[in-house]
C-alpha cells in the first residue's frame, strides 16, 4: 500500500516554503519537522527580513517544533529540508537528537556532511529528494541576483 505521506510529499511542503522564502528575496531553503505524518513545524529562510545570520530555515523549523513539543529534544522527527544542513544547522540538530534528516539539495560549498560526527549518531540522513528541483529553485534566485 502507497501512502501519501512519503518523503517526496513532505520535501513537497518544505519546497513550498522554500519558495516564500523565494518570494522574500531570501535564499530560498524551506524546512518542515514531522512526527507521526503531521508536520508540526515550519520555516524558511529570514536571515534578510530580522537582520539575523542565525535565522536559517531549520533553525525556525526546530524552535517551533520544540515549542510545539513543549521540550528541546525531537526524537521520533523527521526534518525535511530543501538543503543539505551547514554547519551550524546541523549542530543544532544534533543538539535536538532528531531521528531522521531527509534534504533536497547537496550543498558542495557550505553543507555539513563533508565533516565526520556533526550529525547526531542516532540521526538516519537520506538526501537527494527532489534535488533537482530544489537545486533549480537555488540556481534561478542566484542568477536573478548577478
Same mark, same amino acid.
Given at each position: 500500500m502507497i501512502t501519501p505521506f512519503d518523503d517526496n510529499y513532505f520535501m513537497r511542503k518544505a519546497f513550498e516554503e522554500a519558495e516564500r522564502a523565494y518570494e522574500l528575496d531570501e535564499v530560498p531553503v524551506g524546512a518542515v519537522i514531522v512526527v507521526e505524518n503531521q508536520i508540526i513545524a515550519k520555516g524558511h529562510n529570514l536571515? /534578510?527580513?530580522?537582520?539575523?545570520?542565525?535565522?536559517?530555515?531549520?533553525? %525556525?523549523? *526546530?524552535?517551533?517544533?520544540?515549542e510545539h513539543l513543549g521540550g528541546k529534544y525531537l526524537k521520533k522527527c523527521t526534518l525535511y529540508v530543501t538543503l543539505e544542513p551547514c554547519v551550524m544547522c546541523a549542530g543544532a540538530l544534533n543538539w535536538s %537528537? *532528531?531521528? #531522521? *534528516?531527509?534534504?533536497?539539495? #547537496?550543498?558542495? !560549498? !557550505?553543507?555539513? =556532511? !563533508?565533516? /565526520?560526527?556533526?550529525?547526531?549518531?542516532?540521526? /538516519? *540522513?537520506?538526501?537527494?529528494?527532489?534535488? &533537482? &528541483?530544489?537545486? /533549480? =529553485?537555488? #540556481?534561478?534566485?542566484? #542568477?536573478s541576483k548577478r
Open positions: 536571515t /534578510e527580513q530580522l537582520n539575523d545570520v542565525t535565522a536559517h530555515a531549520e533553525m %525556525q523549523s *526546530i524552535t517551533a517544533a520544540a %537528537q *532528531i531521528s #531522521k *534528516i531527509v534534504y533536497g539539495a #547537496k550543498d558542495e !560549498r !557550505r553543507g555539513a =556532511l !563533508r565533516y /565526520e560526527g556533526v550529525f547526531h549518531p542516532t540521526t /538516519e *540522513i537520506v538526501g537527494g529528494v527532489m534535488a &533537482e &528541483e530544489c537545486s /533549480e =529553485l537555488m #540556481k534561478n534566485f542566484f #542568477k
